[in-house]
């Protein structure tokens, strides 16, 4: 299965796909985690990616395509995958469709104070990258990852002011794309969340539970 999870900032793409990737086998690429670890270095990409990431803009598609086919080029043959955060413009999509032919676009559709009270109150994992929440997702111990032990820490473009801006973003960039898929026919799985107390497992068995009838796990 080649899927993409889609959907704005903050709807659960990488908590669900983290758990999908357990369940279906499969790889999730997310482009946030890999620029997070590419701003890590204090290299001048590193520098040049943290100038868009801070500020809530897209990273230019250039820069993201190529990193997008080294990841791609380490996927096993044959090995399924979820790409979460990419394409997020019409540019991006239209090189997708020369690189690989996607199965189906897994959409998550949350209302913006959900995505505003979720971003804010998020922990990330230091080492691995697993998503928590200091109110509705917690970790069994404060502060330490459940899954690797690694230190929870809150990213900088999730205040108040960044988390409106990357709204924006997706609003007028990423949004648009949908009709990419729509007009090839690529088959949608859709999940709309309405409750900020949602657990993720309600919506990963909703979503395979679509992904079955579609023939795809
Ligand atoms: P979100 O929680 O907003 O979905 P991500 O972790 O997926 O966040 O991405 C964080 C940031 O990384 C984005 O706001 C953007 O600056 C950059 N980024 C991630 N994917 C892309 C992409 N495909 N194109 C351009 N920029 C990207
Ligand atoms: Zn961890």
Redesign the pocket.
């Known amino acids: 299965m080649k899927a993409l999870i889609f959907g704005?900032?903050?709807s659960g793409?990488?908590t669900y796909a983290s758990r999908l990737q357990a369940k279906l086998a499969v790889d999730v690429i997310?482009?946030?985690?890999i620029?997070?670890e590419i701003m890590k270095e204090d290299s001048p990409l590193g520098k040049r990616v943290k100038g868009?990431?801070e500020k809530?803009?897209?990273?230019p598609?250039d820069v993201?395509v190529e990193v997008l086919r080294q990841r791609l080029a380490k996927v096993s043959s044959g090995k399924g995958f979820i790409l979460?955060?990419?394409?997020?413009?019409i540019e991006?999509a239209e090189t997708l469709d020369k690189i690989a032919k996607i199965d189906v676009v897994i959409l998550l559709t949350v209302p913006d104070w959900i995505i505003v009270e979720r971003?804010s109150t998020r922990r990330i994992c230091r080492k691995c990258g697993e998503v928590y929440n200091v109110r509705y997702l917690k970790p069994k111990v404060e502060g330490v990852c459940d899954k690797c032990g690694g230190e929870l820490y809150q990213r900088s473009?999730d205040t108040a002011e960044v988390i409106k801006d990357?709204i924006r973003?997706y609003e007028r960039q990423t949004k648009p794309i949908l009709q990419h898929y729509n007009e090839r026919r690529i088959p949608f799985v859709d999940f709309k969340c309405e409750k900020l107390e949602t657990p993720p497992e309600v919506a990963v068995e909703s979503i395979l539970k679509e992904l079955k009838k579609l023939n795809l796990t």
């Open positions: 704005p900032p903050g793409k990488g997310a482009m946030g985690d620029f997070r868009f990431v809530g803009l897209l990273v598609d993201v979460d955060g990419f394409p997020r413009t991006q971003l473009d990357r973003v």
